[in-house]
């Protein structure tokens, strides 16, 4: 039985009215949740939570409203445990202070250990900075560009996961992505040199992933280039575009800043480990 917690739709206004359209971007991954089949939402009366998740594999979001009560906080901490009582996989993400006392709290309600098994950092621009001018042309990848983009797929999961496939393992992925028309490609003479991607477009914002450029041409230039024509796009289409990072890639944070992405706050993600009691 929940004390705080409303589950609400998504056609409702709540996640296109203050406070939470304050956090948006930092929370822009909610927004796609409330386009899914059956999102699982929930909120306050006040309006100062949500807990968003569009199926119980997939991460849940836990968005909290920088004034919120320390009643309401300490009622959260309750409903999320009751929430997710009978849960045997939970990963979650929340602003930092949040997403360790929850994780504290279920992790003494359930007796197992949780883990952070990841910091991000929210990016939104708003104006962008011209980069230095290079050879070659924008243009949206093609089925024909299969097997490159497979190889980027594959390079980029390494790079961000540390997880090793193949290209053959991603084709299928690399099929998706260009059929779904957002993937974009910087060429010049030497071929396809690098790839971004609009992953989703909401009422305000639009956000891009899949940022990769081959090995042998790193820092000259081309992921700021691609990633400024991207977002020339997305502008024009009046939205923001916005973007993760991971914090332990310094060097990518400091490039986005370099195209005109402004940081808009930092996310903390938390792993149950239900097999590891939290002795």
């Known amino acids: 039985m929940f004390n705080l917690l409303i589950k609400f739709c998504g056609q409702d206004n709540t996640l296109d009215s203050k406070p939470f359209v304050n956090d948006e971007v930092q929370f822009n991954l909610i927004q796609l949740i409330r386009e899914s089949e059956v999102p699982y939402l929930f909120t306050n009366k006040n309006k100062s939570m949500i807990i968003a998740q569009s199926a119980l ?3 849940a979001w836990v968005w909290t409203d920088n004034q919120i009560t320390k009643y309401d906080k300490e ?39 949780y883990s952070v098994v990841l910091q991000m950092e929210s990016f939104q621009c708003q104006k962008v900075i011209e980069p230095k001018p290079l050879s070659g042309f924008l243009r949206k990848a093609a089925l024909e560009d299969v097997k490159i983009i497979s190889q980027f797929l594959s390079g980029f999961i390494y790079d961000c996961f540390g997880k090793t496939t193949t ?16 993937l974009y490609v910087w060429c010049n003479d030497d071929g396809i040199i690098s790839m971004a991607n609009i ?7 639009a956000r891009i992933n899949a940022v990769y450029t081959r090995p042998d041409m790193r820092g000259k230039g081309f992921g700021a280039v691609i990633v400024a024509e991207i977002c020339r796009i997305i502008l024009d289409e009046n939205r923001l575009p916005v973007l993760y990072t991971d914090l332990a890639n310094p060097a990518s944070n400091k490039a986005y800043k370099n195209v005109g992405f ?10 149950f480990d239900f097999n590891m009691p939290n002795a």
Do not use: M, W
């Open 262 to 271: 402004v940081e808009c706050g930092r996310l903390t993600q938390i792993a």
């Open 57 to 59: 594999q997939f991460p």
């Open 167 to 182: 290209p053959d393992e991603q084709i299928q992925n690399a099929k998706c992505y260009i059929e779904n028309g957002n």
């Open 75 to 113: 009622e959260l901490k309750n409903d999320f445990a009751e929430l997710y009582k009978d849960a045997d996989r939970l990963v979650f993400i929340a602003k930092p202070d949040i997403a360790i006392e929850l994780a504290e709290h279920y992790s003494r309600v359930k007796n197992i250990k």
């Open 199 to 205: 992953a989703h477009r909401s009422k305000r914002n």
